[in-house]
C-alpha cells in the first residue's frame, strides 16, 4: 500500500545548484504534507510543512510546491550545500488525522 | 532549541520479554506519537497520544503494545511479549497543539530494539 511514493531512491546534485525532490500521493483525503531530514543514526528533523489550502511554502533555501491536481509536492532546495546530503521523507496526513504516512525517502548528495 | 530525547538509544531483549521505551517530548507539547521504521522499510505510524488518551492507532499497535505517560514529562512505549519481527527503530514524536493550523510532528533520534 504505497500512499505516498517518492520514486527517486537517490539523486546526486552539485553544490550551489539546486536539489529538487518528488513526492507523489494517492489518497485524496490528504490536507497535511511535511519534509523531513534525516541524517544516519539520528530521527526525521522537520523542515518545512505545506497545508492544501497552499499550493507554495518557502522557508530559508527550502520551498515546497503542492500540485493536488496531480497528486504532486516536490521540495525545492537552493542553494545546495553539502550539509544538505541526507535522506528525505515526506509525509501526508488526512483530514486532521495525526498519522503520517511516509514514503521511502530520497538519499541525496550534494557534492563539493 | 528544544528536542525530544529518547532513551535508550539501544535495547536488546530477548524474544517474549517485556520492554519499556521512553521518551521525554517538548516540554509544552501536547499530543504525542510513536513510529517504528524496520530496517530498510518505512517509518510506519504506530499510535498517537492526547489528553491521557490514544487518539488514533494504527494496526500494527495491537494488544501486544500499550503507551503512558506516567507523569508529567515521560511518555512510554511497552511491549508486553516482544517477538522477533519487532526488531525495528522505535521514533517518539510530539506536536503542540494546533493553532492557526496544523503542527509538524518532531521526532526524537530512536531506539533500536533489537530482539534475539
Known amino acids: 500500500d504505497q500512499q505516498v511514493k517518492q520514486n527517486s531512491p537517490s539523486l546526486s546534485v552539485q553544490e550551489g545548484r539546486i536539489s529538487i525532490l518528488n513526492c507523489d500521493y494517492t489518497n485524496s483525503m490528504f490536507d497535511y504534507f511535511l519534509w523531513y531530514k534525516k541524517y544516519p543514526a539520528e530521527g526525521p528533523t522537520f523542515l518545512i510543512s505545506i497545508s492544501s489550502i497552499k499550493d507554495k511554502n518557502e522557508d530559508g533555501r527550502f520551498t515546497v510546491f503542492l500540485n493536488k491536481s496531480a497528486k504532486h509536492l516536490s521540495l525545492h532546495i537552493v542553494p545546495s550545500q553539502p550539509g544538505d546530503s541526507a535522506v528525505y521523507f515526506c509525509?501526508?496526513?488526512?483530514?486532521?488525522?495525526?498519522?503520517?504516512?511516509f514514503g521511502p525517502g530520497t538519499r541525496l548528495s550534494v557534492l563539493p | 532549541e528544544p528536542e525530544v530525547t529518547q532513551t535508550p538509544s539501544h535495547q536488546v531483549t530477548q524474544m517474549g520479554q517485556e520492554v519499556i521505551l521512553r521518551c521525554v517530548p517538548i516540554s509544552n507539547h501536547l499530543y504525542f506519537y510513536w513510529y517504528r521504521q524496520i530496517l530498510g522499510q518505512k517509518v510506519e505510524f504506530l499510535v498517537s497520544?492526547?489528553?491521557?488518551?490514544?487518539?488514533?492507532k494504527s494496526e500494527i499497535f495491537d494488544d501486544q503494545f500499550s503507551v503512558e505517560r506516567p507523569d508529567g514529562s515521560n511518555f512510554t512505549l511497552k511491549i508486553r511479549s516482544t517477538k522477533l519481527e519487532d526488531s525495528a527503530m522505535y521514533f517518539c514524536?510530539?506536536?503542540?497543539?494546533?493553532?492557526?493550523?496544523?503542527?509538524?510532528?518532531?521526532f526524537g533520534d530512536g531506539t533500536r530494539l533489537s530482539i534475539l
Open positions: 497520544f492526547y489528553n491521557n488518551e490514544i487518539s488514533e
Open positions: 514524536a510530539s506536536s503542540a497543539r494546533p493553532g492557526q493550523g496544523r503542527q509538524p510532528q518532531h
Open positions: 509525509a501526508a496526513a488526512a483530514n486532521y488525522g495525526q498519522n503520517f504516512v
